[in-house]
Each structure stands twice: as structure tokens, then as C-alpha cells.
């Protein structure tokens, strides 16, 4: 079983910047694809950023430009580095890792972003 621990929520004014990270159980070299998913109040939980194996990212366009995903193999740990950060960013943010056919999610991390 794998275990995804998220870590760098907390409470920045608009304009400000956070790193998430998401720290895994095992090596990440196994996964096809880890990505960020944010849930507001509310709201369905949605896609907000992915990267493939390969090093291939892909973003929400209300993201683009803002928020920038990486991951260090060495350390099984993915990030999400985001800046200019707005209200409406805030949310509850979940690591994602699938292995097919499996998919794994970490417990979630808060984000709240003040005007």
C-alpha cells in the first residue's frame, strides 16, 4: 500500500506563494502520473495539475502561469509551487498518484487564501 503525505498548506494573502509538497511512501519512478487535486467548499473536487513519468506536465487553465509542478525522484516527492496566489484558490489540496490500475490519495492539505 502506498501512502502519499502532503505538507505546506497553511494561511498567505492574495498575491503571496506556497509550496505543497507530497512526500511518498516508495519510489515515485512506478507511477504513470502524480498530480494536485483541490477541493473548495462546496465545490467537486477538481484536476489542477499532473505530471506524466516521462516529466510531461499539464495545467488548469485557472492555474496556468501560476502555479509550476515538479517532482524529485530521489526524494519520492512531488511539489506544487504557487504563486500569485487568489481567493478562489483556496481549498483543500490532494496529492494524486495512479499506478494502473491503481490510485492512491493522500488525506489533503489546506489552503486558504486571504483578499
Known amino acids: 500500500q502506498v501512502q502519499l503525505v502532503e505538507s505546506g498548506g497553511g494561511l498567505v494573502q492574495a498575491g503571496g506563494s506556497l509550496r505543497l509538497s507530497c512526500a511518498a511512501s516508495?519510489?515515485?519512478?512506478?507511477?504513470?502520473?502524480m498530480g494536485w487535486y483541490r477541493q473548495a467548499p462546496g465545490k467537486q473536487r477538481e484536476l489542477v495539475a499532473y505530471?506524466?513519468?516521462?516529466?510531461?506536465?499539464n495545467y488548469a487553465d485557472s492555474v496556468k502561469c501560476r502555479f509550476t509542478l515538479s517532482r524529485d525522484n530521489a526524494k519520492n516527492t512531488a511539489y506544487l509551487q504557487m504563486d500569485s496566489l487568489k481567493p478562489e484558490d483556496t481549498a483543500v489540496y490532494y496529492c494524486?498518484?495512479?499506478?494502473?490500475?491503481?490510485?492512491?490519495w493522500g488525506q489533503g492539505t489546506q489552503v486558504t487564501v486571504s483578499s
Open positions: 494524486n498518484a495512479k499506478q494502473i490500475p491503481s490510485i492512491y
Open positions: 516508495r519510489s515515485i519512478f512506478s507511477f504513470n502520473v
Open positions: 505530471i506524466t513519468s516521462s516529466g510531461a506536465t
